[in-house]
């Protein structure tokens, strides 16, 4: 049979940037009525590559052609008339507008002089409508969690007609509800002829949806493969460049004393009466499905939010948490799960953005800073955590996705607490530093610190998990020990099936 032709071609392309080559050589095709998974480790170069795809960077070599005709796409406006539509991995809504006001940015609808508000309102809640989302289209977007914006991301790209849809890491902010909701989309998108192009670091997704993939590593391109007919173990090998052995490297330590107690703890309608302790050398992964309760505990008991009830001490000492700034001088870490939002400063370099937050740690006793230990400790986790960055005076907004959420992880390592909560770890990081990022817990482990590991991962919860806490509708549902934990188990708590 002869092969489809496919509506994209982008042959050969390189790209540098002050310093860096970002791409060299590099082909991807895709294909109308298919799904084409694009892949590769953080700092590989796919959001580059789709970046001049869509107009925003131009090409310092090679061609693109689309339907088999050569185009030349010197901006945004060029790429949408291409028919080219895309959702970045960075939020790119204003939050100081509404949703329709975002949905219709440069293609506002007009009525003579002026906006035609009330039609772009009325068209705007018809989409929203049918994409089954219930929200006011005059919602300020500031007001939408991270997983609504993204989804508004998605609407606005999805409407445009567009032929070839680029979608980079759509699902790292999204809930399960909202990621089925996306892959819904995705088939109707399909049916409709047009072709994806899919950004994602989580294997299960690239099996469930897509037809093809390719792989770029270090700015190469590795190989197209169809789906069908690859094992996840060869996807690997070909994104990292070798075999990936054993992706849960456990340990064993003793555990030690209590250094976490949590007793009946409530917070208004949405937690009840939870109740748990942590010890010394353990990682407790605390499993459920989105809005289960998970991080409104971890930000209770962090501080960020307020309880009104229940006690939580520290090492068999009542804590009196009221704000993070008393969870972090109890000895309480909380990398949040929203690391898109969380502060990194785009304006100042990695190793700024790794140890400001830790001042303290490096001042004298005559309040001087001690440079040398910042850029030990920079360029220690730098390569732990295989962040790719040109160096530590980089600008952090140079820096690809992952490697930005990389630093963010860095800085929270680098704040040595007791007691560590970490919120989905590893979402948007690719599979190699997953493993690296296991060892750091398992150090941790090691040291005699407690982790709280929240995931919806559920190979992560029982690969790295000493004990799990399931959690449902706010309340903890079950308790498991990590020989006795299965999924099947997990689930059933998750959902509310008591024993
Ligand atoms: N504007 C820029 N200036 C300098 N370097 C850049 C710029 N944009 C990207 N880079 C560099 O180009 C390389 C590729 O980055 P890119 O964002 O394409 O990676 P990615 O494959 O999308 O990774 P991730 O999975 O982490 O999102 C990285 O080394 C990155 O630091
Ligand atoms: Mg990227």
């Known amino acids: 049979m002869q092969e489809k032709m496919p509506i994209l071609e982008m042959k050969n392309i390189s790209k540098s940037f002050p310093g860096v080559k970002a791409l060299s050589g590099v082909n991807l095709r895709a294909f109308s009525g298919e799904v084409m998974a694009l892949l590769g480790e953080n700092g590989a170069g796919k959001s580059t590559l789709m970046k001049i795809l869509s107009g925003v960077y131009k090409r310092d070599e090679g061609i693109i052609r689309i339907e088999g005709r050569e185009v030349e796409i010197n901006g945004i406006k060029d790429a949408q008339n291409l028919g080219i539509s895309i959702i970045h991995q960075e939020l790119s809504l204003l939050p100081n507008l509404t949703i329709y006001e975002n949905l219709f940015l440069g293609n506002e609808i007009l009525g003579g002089f002026k906006l035609n508000k009330r039609e772009m309102i009325k068209k705007s809640e018809e989409l929203l409508k049918s994409f089954d989302f219930t929200v006011s289209p005059k919602t300020l977007t500031k007001e939408l969690t991270v997983g609504e914006m993204q989804m508004v991301e998605i609407i606005k790209a999805v409407s445009k007609d567009a032929k070839i849809i680029i979608m980079d890491e759509p699902t790292t902010a999204l809930t399960e509800v909202e990621t089925e909701k996306l892959f819904k989309i995705i088939e109707r998108l399909k049916n409709n002829n047009v072709a994806i192009i899919y950004i994602s670091h989580r294997m299960d997704e690239i099996f469930k949806i ?62 009840k009466d939870v109740s748990f302790e942590l010890f010394e050398g353990e990682i407790l992964g605390v499993a459920g499905l989105m809005g289960s309760g998970r991080t409104e505990v971890a930000k209770l008991i962090f501080g ?16 009196d948490i009221n704000s993070p700034k008393d969870g972090i001088r109890e000895g309480i870490a909380y990398l949040s799960e929203d690391r898109k939002k969380e502060g990194l400063i785009l304006k100042l370099s990695v190793l700024e953005n790794m140890t400001l937050s830790n001042l303290k740690k490096y001042e004298s006793k005559v309040k001087r800073i001690n440079r040398a230990k910042e850029l030990e400790d920079c360029k220690a986790y730098t390569k732990k955590l295989l962040i790719k960055t040109s160096s530590p005076n980089q600008l952090i907004k140079n820096l690809s996705g992952g490697n930005q959420q990389k630093v963010i992880i860095a800085k929270w390592l680098l704040t040595s607490p007791k007691v560590f909560i970490i919120d989905e770890p590893t ?30 991962d559920m190979e992560e919860i029982l690969g790295v998990s000493d004990r799990i806490l399931v959690m449902h509708e706010g309340r903890i549902t079950g308790e498991i020990q990590r020989d006795k ?14 024993d």
């Open 210 to 271: 897509c037809d093809k993939i390719t792989v770029l590593r270090d700015g190469t391109f590795i190989g197209e493969e169809d789906v069908k007919g690859i094992t996840k173990d060869k996807l690997i090998s070909m994104m990292v460049g070798r075999k990936l052995e054993e992706q849960f490297p456990r340990i064993d330590t003793k555990i030690g004393k209590s250094i976490l107690k949590v007793e009946n703890l409530s917070m208004k309608d949405k937690i």
């Open 427 to 456: 979402r948007g990081i690719d599979v190699g530093a997953k493993k690296e990022i296991y060892q750091i817990l398992n150090e941790l482990k090691a040291q005699g610190k407690g982790i709280i590991m929240i995931s919806s």
């Open 485 to 498: 934990a299965s999924q099947e188990k997990i689930m059933k708590y998750a959902v509310g099936i008591a």
């Open 304 to 319: 960020e939010y307020k309880k009104s009830s229940g006690n939580v001490y520290i090492e068999g000492k009542k804590a």
